[in-house]
């Protein structure tokens, strides 16, 4: 195997704060950085989708389009990329294919160059529209695969997997290690594999966390069996729930036939400018960034940050002590419900179940005794094809004997188009809107909307300031 430099993808911009401080840095805390970021030469710049366009919306009073046209303005050398959850998007319900199709034509418009499309379950069929609307404009699509561990995750069903993204028309593949999971010498063998069906013209990127300690030596393993780019993030930003510390991985292969070539002192100086910004985050928002490595993610399988947020309503419901019991349901609700890789939305439907049965056996009923509609579209297949069947008593219990759909899940159902999105912000009251405007409605329609009404307010406000002054 020929030896090459590993390339890196840095995500300080988007999933650094997102897994360390609630995705709430601001724009204007990464602008004074964009143009030393833009020097380094990094593969590309994570800084968009995910959970950042709700959060721009919701919390942080910025038009996640605006923020978009902002960082392509200053980052004029390296591609810019963004996290896209398939047919989801970046919201939490599948969208009609034409909204999947206008939302990457207008991020290509807006500057994103590098589009990473993931679905929950692995399920190619929920992939397919976003893959084909980058092929039509000319971005570049990474397709994804969520990796998970159980009976049926094996080698050869990520390698499967793989080869139909492939044929999809996918540029790059990126094997997303959201929990943390993989392990080093698991790795080595899964990415010889992926490099074997995907050939010399798919390079693959490896996504990890930090949050089981594993993931520095995983990317290790990872390289030397072949991974061409790995996934980091500079150290304020970087380890406990996030990705590996960009300056680490660049001192481990320094000086090595896999060495970045990537400039130590320039990563250290914008080190510490991103330490002042997390600080400042620190103290606005009164949170505190995560800092632990948690080894039992590995046992439980489950993403770090759920931990934490099941602890949280747990305490809300008055179940503080029933913390360990709720994580010794979810594997085995997870197994019930055909082995669903743990990401948004699966983990928090099967975190959700498993706190609702530790309940239900508490105050002596059944497990699965009421079930979420969520659980229930799972199980029907709403979500996509599940990776092994589901336990056939649980799936009697939950459904009765209503069958779950075979076709592709967006089909099932008769979702809004971008033309009754358009028409519904008309029947508001709202003129003027852009395309990125319906979009922004399309996924957030409540916090897109008072959005809007507050920004329409402040420019009225100005123009009445401004004829005042005549």
């Known amino acids: 195997m020929s030896k090459k430099k590993v390339r890196i993808m840095e995500t300080v911009l988007r999933d650094g704060h997102q897994s360390l401080l609630a995705t709430r840095m601001r724009t204007s805390q990464m602008v004074p950085a964009l143009e030393q970021l ?32 902002t960082l392509k303005a200053h980052l004029k050398n390296t591609p810019l990329q963004m996290l896209f959850r398939g047919q989801n998007i970046l919201g939490y319900k599948h969208y009609a294919d034409d909204v999947v199709d206008a939302f990457v034509k207008k991020s290509a418009e807006n500057g994103i160059d590098r589009i990473r499309v993931f679905d929950a379950l692995n ?27 159980s009976p049926v995750h094996t080698n050869e069903m990520f390698v499967k997997v793989a080869k139909e993204l492939k044929e999809m028309g996918i540029n790059s593949l990126c094997l997303k ?16 594999d992926l490099k074997k069906a995907m050939g010399p013209d798919i390079p693959i990127d ?26 980091t993030a500079l150290s304020p930003f970087g380890h406990a729930s996030s990705q590996p510390a960009t300056e680490t991985m660049v001192e481990i292969f320094k000086g090595t036939e896999y060495d970045t070539g990537l400039d130590g002192d320039k990563l250290r100086e914008l080190a510490e400018y991103f330490r002042g910004v997390r600080s400042e985050i620190e103290n606005e928002f009164g949170i505190k960034a995560a800092s632990q490595v948690l080894p ?50 699966t983990s928090q439907i ?15 009923m059944d497990r699965y005794q009421m079930a979420p509609q969520e659980v229930k579209d799972l199980i029907l297949g709403k979500y996509g094809r599940l990776p092994a069947k589901v336990d056939p008593e649980v799936q009697k219990k939950v459904v009765g004997d209503e069958k779950p759909i075979t076709c592709r899940p967006v089909d099932a159902i008769k979702p809004e188009g ?39 307010q402040q420019v009225m406000q100005k123009d009445l300031g401004h004829s005042a002054a005549k």
Not at 54 to 69: A, I, K, M, T, V
Not at 434 to 446: I, K, N, R
Request: proline letters at 4%; hydrophobic letters at 40%; aromatic letters at 12%.
């Open 206 to 231: 490896l996504h990890s966390h930090f949050t089981c300690g594993l993931a520095s030596a995983t990317y290790l393993k990872a390289v030397e069996a072949g991974v061409d780019i790995i996934d």
């Open 38 to 69: 833009d020097a380094i030469g990094y593969d590309a710049l994570e800084c968009w989708g995910g959970a950042t366009f709700d959060s721009c919306l919701r919390f942080l009073d910025e038009d996640p389009w605006e923020r978009l046209r």
């Open 123 to 149: 399920d190619p069929r929920n992939l397919e529209q976003a893959i084909k609307s980058c092929n039509k404009y000319g971005v570049h699509v990474q397709g994804t695969m969520v990796y998970t561990i």
């Open 418 to 456: 971008m033309e009754a999105y358009r028409k519904d912000l008309e029947a508001k009251g709202f003129v003027g809107f852009s395309e990125e405007d319906v979009l922004s409605y399309a996924l957030f329609p409540e916090v897109a909307l008072q959005f809007f009404e507050k920004h329409a």
């Open 350 to 364: 099967v975190g959700t179940m498993a706190m609702m049965n530790v309940n239900f056996k508490a105050n002596g």
């Open 296 to 345: 039992e993610v590995r046992k439980y399988q489950i993403p770090g940050g759920m931990l934490s947020n099941t602890q949280n309503q747990l305490k809300e419901m008055g179940m503080a002590d029933k913390f360990f019991d709720v994580m010794e349901e979810m594997p085995r609700v997870r197994k019930e419900l055909g082995y669903p890789p743990l990401v948004t939305p």
């Open 177 to 192: 290690d959201m929990s943390g999971l993989l392990a080093p010498y698991d790795a080595y063998n899964l990415v010889q």
